[in-house]
């Protein structure tokens, strides 16, 4: 049986599935629209006679109704107030909407008294559109309706107030505005910024503050209400990076053609490796382990046999038990034939080499009751398998965070008391060393390791940074944050873990130490991902508004340090840092970037020779060299200082997927959709491991470089030996 | 911003009644098939993103000119689409249904002109596999996902969108490729 999410879509009521027709939208929509806001022709209704607008006031269609209202307001018959002013009653929202349009249109001679009851509609269109003719009516309305608009529940409603509170200029009410910078929706905060920089432009710019470092004690409670401005442009100037052409024309092949090339997006990354992804539910037949050759097997004590055959059968035993013993003191040392392991399961995500390369991890079969994590021991080649017991029985609300060393994980889930639970466990002993709890309304919280694994890092809704020992189990610090609602949106780790990188949102971005709790509020940064030095001393981020820009930071000052605007998008998650920390590498589905921070130039620009699928790109793990894919049976190697193609390999034949540069960066694996696995070596012929036939999704290199670890399609992992 | 879009926003910033009609015709289907993967019914879809359009036009009418052009069209009438979508998931009356998944669909038929055959039928079954699964994920999963990938929204813009931390969302798009990840290997495997 399959588990589901709680919220599963029922199927239609035929039961039969819907056509491409029913993806398209109608043609009657266009019209439809118009004909509801009265802009059709073929609804206006005739301008003369008041009878005639009358009765189309009563009219059962909407769109009917709609037009009278908009003929009344066009022709201004008489009696056409007392009209509008019933049509202030209809049960259609679009009706009532129109009639406040057309009220207000009367200016001076507009019924300010049913405006003002308009402001209280059921509906927020309405409330919305009675506020603006307000403001059409001028100083004879009370400012009243607008300051209660800001409260209003709808947030267009509040959005709408704004403006029009900006729109009075220097006596414009500053503290709502400013309040308005607050607002939870985003829409309410962009209006407040105009309506601020609009009537109180010295006030915008004075809260908008540089770099600068705030001291915090732990423990203390200092709120931070003050916001960066923006930069200019942020938030209003958003350039797509739209990989597939726009189907806005609505034609049936532009649309088709469209969400193919999506699904086609999806499916990769739904076939690309997931860091922290688990497999499906299965029982523990579908599972089989198979470690090198022979199969581990347990002699049979026999008994009441008769003499020969005890004595043949003793023999035997004796020979498959030396056998076992072999095995289990010295696997198989694999070829290109023979795997270490071979673990076939549902297994998600990339195998995890422990930091000794003697342990590899993976989550198999998860059920509703919990996960399975299996350890295999490299030197003894036995496999362990340990469960992960839900806590809500409800798998797709946990998740599991190997740490960087492959020998401690973090399950975080949601308990029966709607705390957050954070369980540590060491792997190898499979012994739970912590377990913290937090509360957390969302029912989610980030896990953040340290590289060295021996802390964690919890941003909690309370508004702390909490940072715990994984050795002693202990709290080392709870640092304030400003106190915003919710998690923060984005937290990323320096890897010495002595920094934390953290951001509500464009305005909000901080660098907290986790040592001193210092806080260093950055200027508006519209990151998008954050990239940390191997140092820990500066981070690069990418841009939500231009997907070209690059820039760097100075993590102890806020100082920016370098600004690329590049030809090509940059992809998300795609920046990588050479080893020294001077140089960063951006990948995009177009071309690959070396930017030196200092001399903020682009070094090196490389573009693959072919493009048939988005390429992949590897840099080796000094940052020396470029490996790219494109779909091809291709591999291109290239020196990333001199941007010297090095060497070329080629699989004739092969639909090359996975690209991974061994720890000391002279060997590369590459995975196919066929599921053959090859190490190249220099200019020597390749290693060849054949892993079934399904295509290969992951390969991880083992830390002392002698095993690869790869992942299928299917969900099996293989281990092999490198020669 | 593309520069289509500027100019329409222009235009709806001097004369809305006139240039309206533009907007619809640039938009409707783009919202219409959004509409259709939140709620599968396409007679909701149809009512859902007739009254986005409708909202938009009052919101547009109540703005200043410098707000409309300031406008990321696309995101805001998303933003609204997803408002009137949650006040009718309140109603029990309306209910989702998913999406056209089985073998004859047309939109799975389309050959890629980049790719070889057998390429070309591992992609074919495993967007196909990806429809069916799609369809059934639960509604953040599915909002998410949909707005990422078929969308094309970042992880910002959707957080922004839907009023969320974008750690969340990046949680429910991960969570939901995971979902789907499981399901596919279910199927595989033939587990269920």
């Known amino acids: 049986m399959e588990y589901k999410g709680d919220e599963q879509p029922s199927l239609n009521n035929a039961g039969q599935p819907h056509s491409l027709e029913q993806m398209t939208v109608p043609a009657s929509f266009l019209p439809s629209v118009l004909s509801r806001l009265g802009l059709e022709d073929a609804t206006s209704v005739s301008s003369t006679g008041i009878d005639t607008q009358l009765a189309a006031l009563k009219d059962e269609e909407i769109s009917v109704r709609v037009a009278a209202v908009r003929s009344l307001e066009e022709h201004r018959e008489a ?30 001679q507009a019924p300010l008294e049913a405006l003002m009851r308009a402001t209280d509609d059921e509906d927020g269109s309405v409330r919305a559109a009675a506020l603006r003719t307000l403001d059409w009516i001028g100083d004879r309305a009370p400012r009243e309706p607008l300051i209660r608009g800001l409260d209003d529940p709808n947030w267009q409603v509040r959005e709408v107030a704004v403006l029009i509170l900006g729109e009075l200029g220097e006596h414009a009410p500053l503290e709502p505005l400013l309040a308005g910078l607050n607002d939870e929706h985003a829409g309410v905060r962009k209006a407040a910024r105009l309506a601020l920089e609009q009537s109180h432009p010295e006030t915008l710019s004075r809260i908008s503050i540089d770099p600068m470092t705030i001291t915090q004690e732990p423990g203390s409670d200092t709120a931070l209400s003050v916001r960066e401005q923006e ?104 070829s290109a034939s023979t795997p270490l392991l071979l673990y076939h399961g549902h297994i998600a995500g990339p195998a995890v080499w422990s930091s000794d390369s003697k342990y590899v991890s993976f989550i198999a079969d998860s059920t509703p009751s919990g996960e399975t994590v299996l350890v295999w021991n490299r030197d003894t080649g036995q496999v362990t398998k340990h469960i992960l017991h839900s806590l809500q029985a409800n798998p797709q609300q946990n998740q599991t965070l190997f740490a960087p060393d492959g020998k401690h994980l973090a399950f975080v889930d949601l308990n029966a008391s709607n705390k957050v639970e954070v369980q540590v466990w060491d792997i190898v002993a499979w012994r739970n060393i912590l377990t913290t709890y937090h509360s957390s309304p969302s029912g989610y919280l980030d896990v953040l390791w340290s590289s060295d694994s021996k802390r964690f ?10 940072v715990w020992n994984v050795v002693t189990g202990s709290e080392l610090a709870a640092c304030h944050i400003p106190p915003v609602d919710g998690l923060p949106s984005v937290s990323y780790l320096s890897p010495d873990g002595q920094r934390v990188f953290f951001g509500y949102g464009p305005q909000s971005k ?72 001077t140089r960063i590498v951006t990948w995009g589905d177009k071309e690959v970037n070396v930017l030196d921070v200092a001399t903020q130039r682009i070094v090196l620009k490389v573009i693959p020779a072919k493009i048939d699928l988005l390429p992949v790109w590897a840099l080796s793990p000094d940052g020396s060299r470029i490996a790219s894919l494109s779909g091809t049976d291709t591999v291109q190697l290239w ?8 060497n070329v390999y080629q699989s004739p034949g092969e ?46 290199w083992s830390p002392d470089g002698k095993s690869i670890a790869t992942g299928d399609v299917d969900g099996n992992i293989w281990v092999w030996k490198v020669n | 911003m593309d520069q289509d879009e500027e100019v329409l926003l222009s235009l709806l910033g001097t004369d809305l009644d006139r240039h309206f009609r533009q907007l619809v015709s640039r938009y409707q289907q783009r919202l219409y098939s959004f509409a259709i993967r939140l709620v599968g019914s396409p007679q909701d879809a149809e009512d859902i993103s007739q009254e986005t359009f409708l909202r938009a036009y009052h919101a547009l009418k109540s703005y200043p ?17 997803l408002n009137i979508f949650r006040n009718r998931q309140r109603k029990p009356e309306h209910q989702s249904i998913p999406l056209n998944t089985s073998e004859g669909s047309p939109l799975l038929e389309i050959e890629d002109p980049s790719s070889g055959p057998e390429e ?47 750690g969340t969302v990046k949680a429910h798009v991960h969570r939901a490729l995971r979902q789907l990840h499981k399901a596919l290997d279910t199927q595989k495997n033939g587990v269920r």
């Not at chain 1, 009696?79 to 200016?107: P, Q, T």
């Not at chain 1, 997931?274 to 050759?293: F, H, K, N, P, Q």
């Not at chain 1, 890092?457 to 909490?466: A, F, L, R, W």
Request: negative net charge.
């Open chain 1, 457 to 466: 890092v919890i941003p909690v809704e309370d508004g702390t940074m909490q």
């Open chain 1, 510 to 581: 901080y660098v907290l130490d986790l040592t001193t709790c210092k806080l260093l509020i950055l200027p508006s940064t519209d990151a998008n991902w954050v990239f940390w030095s191997p140092q820990g001393d500066r981070f690069a981020t990418n841009s939500v508004t231009d997907a070209n820009m690059v820039q760097v930071w100075d993590a102890h000052t806020g100082r920016n340090l370098a600004s690329f605007h590049l030809s090509a998008p940059v992809s998300d998650a795609e920046v990588t840092w050479t080893h020294d920390g």
């Open chain 2, 65 to 81: 000119v410098p707000r409309v052009r300031a406008l990321r069209l696309r995101q805001w009438l998303y933003t609204i689409t």
């Open chain 1, 231 to 334: 930069q200019p442009g942020t938030g209003m100037e958003v350039k797509p990076s739209l990989k597939t052409p726009s189907h806005g024309d609505s034609t049936l092949n532009q649309f088709t053609i469209h969400v193919r090339t999506l699904l086609s997006r999806v499916v990769c990354d739904v076939v690309t490796p997931l860091s922290d992804a688990r497999s499906t539910l299965a029982d523990d037949g579908m599972s089989d382990v198979i470690v090198g050759e022979p199969v581990q097997t347990k002699p049979r004590r026999l008994r009441h046999i008769a003499e020969g055959v005890l004595a043949a059968l003793i023999i035997a035993g004796l020979i498959a038990s030396w056998l076992v013993i072999q095995q289990r003191l010295h696997p198989s040392q694999g």
């Open chain 1, 655 to 700: 639909s090359l997927k996975v690209v991974a540069w061994s720890p000391d960066n002279r060997t590369l694996a590459t995975g196919s959709t066929d599921g053959t696995v090859r190490v190249w070596h220099a200019n020597t012929a390749p290693q060849t491991y054949h892993s079934g036939s399904s295509a290969v999704l992951n390969i991880v």
């Open chain 1, 639 to 646: 020196d990333s200082v001199t941007g010297r193609k090095l």
């Open chain 1, 79 to 108: 009696n056409a107030i007392e009209l509008l002013l019933a049509a202030l009653h209809d049960s259609a929202w679009e009706v009532r909407a129109a009639a406040v349009w057309a009220l207000g249109k009367l200016g001076e």
């Open chain 2, 120 to 166: 070309e039928a591992y992609w074919h079954e495993m967007r196909r596999e990806l429809e069916t699964q799609l369809a059934s994920l639960g509604e953040p999963y599915r909002i998410a996902v949909t707005l990422f990938y078929f969308e094309d929204l970042s992880y910002s813009e959707i957080a922004e969108l839907l009023n969320q931390p974008i």
